[in-house]
């Protein structure tokens, strides 16, 4: 290990975190590829409303029923593998998506893209808590997070961009398999599981890290062992952060997956305006979540205690989502129906920090499969959502009781952080 032990630490730590912003950005623009381009797609393939929501839903389906498996297999062998194996695979599920004849093909490839897609977000829970310090996992955790409002912003533009360029969805979505495979080959041969595995931490960086996971072990009552994922079931900070989870997605979800076509049929938008108008409110999320990440280490340094810290980030932003929510209902004007909803994005994406909760609630040698409970109970809502979306617009013919349906996903967001008490490890 390059370094000696009284050198000043390396920050390989944040190139990785770096890394997987890149591999999240990614992950996003080719799941939410689909819709981008649903105006044409819709189109090509002669799909309804209800039919469209099941199209949007059906990447959830796997993607929700792979979380557990995915979350122990992350447990048992380490984040490097599941983070880097996942990209390569969902690439070419991506560029495979370009292949499709109808409804069903369509569904298929949405079905796989949701199964290799799993993996991700659980080993970036991983890797937070093995390789940063209790003070700059909420960094870490917004860092790794912030990919999915920058990848939503980007997709739009670099969907819409291609679709653009080559004068097809199909070619568009081949592109974006090809990139995404050669990323993820980057990230197998860059990530390591632990900070003393990899060959760019010097010994003082490796040192920094492990005393400070040492002295959060001494500090905690319990010990951080592997345990069963059924002991944390017991727990009201457990359900919080299940459900809470659940209440952040059927909001995010709602947007990513209906905001497109809700901006093309209600506010006339095209195909360009559409993508940068995602630019402007998925770009608001991004920077927001930076900013929550940042705040709530800089309060926690300056000796705020972490239920003070957390519970007043997570009820500000619930507030702010709620009352934007309700603006783009009471408020038909286009412009400003995009700038309600950046400022819904920007708050809604604090929830970032909650990817710093399977390292506080789990520990270290249980953030995997905790994170993957956790993901597994928010793509609940992205089962749910698409669906009911397309069946409250086909059924009314307006997205006026949709929107209001987030108004409630984002009050069960409020209410659940609320109740997390974010300053303890569980006992398993």
């Given at each position: 290990?390059?370094?000696?032990?009284?050198?000043?630490?390396?920050?390989?730590?944040?190139?990785?975190?770096?890394?997987?912003?890149?591999?999240v950005?990614?992950?996003?623009?080719?799941?939410?590829s689909?819709?981008?381009?649903?105006p044409?797609?819709?189109?090509?393939?002669?799909?309804?409303?209800?039919?469209?929501?099941?199209v949007l839903?059906?990447?959830?389906?796997?993607?929700?029923?792979?979380?557990i498996p995915?979350?122990?297999?992350?447990?048992?062998?380490?984040?490097?593998?599941m983070?880097?194996?996942?990209?390569?695979g969902?690439?070419f599920?991506?560029a495979l998506?370009?292949a499709?004849?109808?409804v069903?093909?369509?569904?298929?490839y949405?079905?796989?893209?949701?199964?290799?897609?799993?993996?991700?977000m659980p080993?970036?829970g991983k890797?937070?808590?093995?390789?940063l310090?209790?003070?700059?996992?909420?960094?870490?955790a917004?860092?790794?997070?912030?990919g999915?409002?920058?990848?939503?912003?980007?997709?739009?533009?670099?969907?819409?961009?291609?679709?653009?360029?080559?004068?097809?969805w199909r070619?568009?979505?081949?592109?974006?398999?090809v990139?995404?495979?050669?990323?993820?080959?980057?990230?197998l041969w860059?990530?390591?599981?632990?900070?003393?595995?990899?060959?760019?931490?010097?010994?003082?960086?490796?040192?920094?890290?492990?005393?400070?996971h040492?002295?959060?072990?001494?500090?905690?009552?319990?010990?951080?062992?592997?345990?069963r994922?059924?002991?944390?079931?017991?727990?009201?900070?457990f359900?919080g952060?299940?459900?809470?989870w659940?209440?952040f997605?059927?909001?995010?979800y709602?947007?990513?997956?209906?905001?497109?076509?809700?901006l093309s049929e209600?506010?006339?938008?095209?195909?360009?305006?559409?993508?940068?108008?995602?630019?402007v409110?998925f770009?608001?999320?991004f920077?927001?979540e930076?900013?929550?990440?940042?705040?709530?280490?800089?309060?926690q340094?300056?000796g705020?205690?972490a239920?003070?810290?957390?519970?007043?980030?997570?009820?500000?932003?619930?507030?702010?989502?709620?009352?934007?929510?309700?603006?783009?209902?009471l408020?038909p004007?286009a412009?400003t129906?995009v700038?309600?909803?950046?400022?819904?994005?920007?708050?809604?994406r604090?929830?970032?920090?909650?990817?710093?909760?399977p390292s506080?609630?789990?520990?270290?040698a249980?953030?995997g499969?905790?994170?993957?409970?956790?993901?597994?109970?928010?793509?609940?809502?992205?089962?749910?959502?698409?669906i009911?979306v397309?069946?409250i617009?086909?059924?009314?013919?307006?997205?006026?009781w949709a929107?209001?349906y987030?108004?409630?996903a984002?009050?069960?967001?409020?209410?659940s952080?609320?109740a997390i008490?974010?300053?303890?490890?569980?006992a398993a």
């Amino acid at each position: 290990m390059p370094g000696a032990a009284n050198s000043r630490p390396s920050r390989t730590r944040w190139k990785v975190f770096v890394l997987l912003l890149g591999v999240v950005t990614l992950n996003y623009i080719d799941r939410g590829s689909v819709s981008v381009a649903l105006p044409l797609i819709t189109a090509d393939l002669h799909l309804s409303k209800e039919v469209t929501g099941f199209v949007l839903s059906a990447f959830f389906w796997t993607y929700a029923l792979m979380q557990i498996p995915a979350g122990k297999l992350i447990d048992r062998f380490g984040p490097r593998r599941m983070a880097g194996g996942a990209c390569v695979g969902w690439g070419f599920a991506t560029a495979l998506t370009a292949a499709s004849t109808g409804v069903g093909s369509l569904l298929g490839y949405r079905l796989l893209l949701g199964a290799v897609e799993a993996p991700v977000m659980p080993a970036g829970g991983k890797l937070n808590a093995h390789w940063l310090p209790a003070e700059e996992r909420g960094r870490g955790a917004v860092l790794m997070d912030g990919g999915a409002p920058l990848g939503s912003a980007l997709g739009g533009i670099a969907i819409s961009g291609l679709i653009a360029w080559t004068g097809s969805w199909r070619a568009s979505f081949v592109v974006a398999g090809v990139v995404t495979v050669a990323v993820g080959a980057f990230a197998l041969w860059y990530l390591r599981d632990t900070p003393r595995e990899h060959p760019a931490v010097n010994a003082a960086e490796a040192a920094y890290v492990e005393r400070a996971h040492a002295e959060e072990d001494a500090a905690s009552p319990v010990a951080d062992v592997r345990a069963r994922l059924s002991a944390y079931l017991k727990y009201r900070s457990f359900w919080g952060m299940c459900l809470g989870w659940m209440g952040f997605n059927g909001v995010f979800y709602g947007v990513l997956t209906w905001g497109p076509l809700y901006l093309s049929e209600t506010k006339g938008f095209d195909i360009k305006t559409i993508g940068w108008s995602t630019l402007v409110i998925f770009g608001s999320g991004f920077v927001g979540e930076l900013l929550g990440g940042w705040l709530a280490d800089r309060w926690q340094a300056r000796g705020g205690r972490a239920n003070t810290v957390l519970r007043t980030l997570m009820g500000v932003a619930g507030a702010a989502v709620v009352g934007g929510l309700l603006g783009v209902v009471l408020v038909p004007d286009a412009l400003t129906a995009v700038l309600l909803l950046s400022v819904v994005l920007f708050f809604l994406r604090w929830a970032g920090l909650y990817w710093s909760l399977p390292s506080i609630l789990g520990g270290r040698a249980n953030a995997g499969v905790v994170g993957a409970a956790m993901n597994l109970s928010g793509n609940i809502a992205g089962i749910v959502t698409p669906i009911a979306v397309g069946f409250i617009v086909g059924g009314t013919g307006s997205y006026t009781w949709a929107l209001l349906y987030f108004v409630g996903a984002g009050v069960l967001f409020t209410v659940s952080s609320l109740a997390i008490d974010y300053s303890r490890r569980l006992a398993a």
